[in-house]
């Protein structure tokens, strides 16, 4: 079994800063792409930037120059460093990652989600 847990959301007012992370574990071979993604109220969820085992990044219009993805060394943690917060930015977000496991399949997995609320 392979899970992905996520922490580190919460209330912020506009302007201020969030530090997300995703710990993958379990039955994990290698992890290829891990993303980020936030679905606010009423809309659907959307990709908010994702990063390749070989640190490539892609970012949604929409966060460039305010969020930054990265990967531990190991590769199994993600981090979304959040700043500039605005209170479009709230919502659900949620770590999804590609994993090959040591049983030699790939899965695509999805955490619980993990709150942010910005306040204006």
């Known amino acids: 079994q392979v899970q992905l847990v996520e922490s580190g959301g919460g209330l912020v007012q506009a302007g201020g800063s969030l530090r997300l992370s995703c710990a993958a574990s379990?039955?994990?071979?290698?992890?290829?792409?891990m993303g980020w993604y936030r679905q606010a109220p009423g809309k659907e969820r959307e990709l908010v930037a994702n990063?390749?085992?070989?640190?490539?990044?892609k970012y949604a219009d929409s966060v460039k120059g305010r969020f930054t993805i990265s990967r531990d060394n190991a590769g199994n943690t993600m981090y979304l460093q959040m700043n500039s917060l605005k209170p479009e930015d709230t919502g659900v977000y949620y770590c999804?990652?590609?994993?090959?496991?040591?049983?030699?399949?790939?899965?695509?997995?999805w955490g619980q989600g993990t709150q942010v609320t910005v306040s204006s």
């Open positions: 379990g039955s994990i071979f290698s992890i290829n792409a």
């Open positions: 999804n990652a590609a994993v090959f496991g040591v049983w030699g399949g790939v899965v695509n997995i």
């Open positions: 990063i390749t085992i070989g640190g490539s990044t």
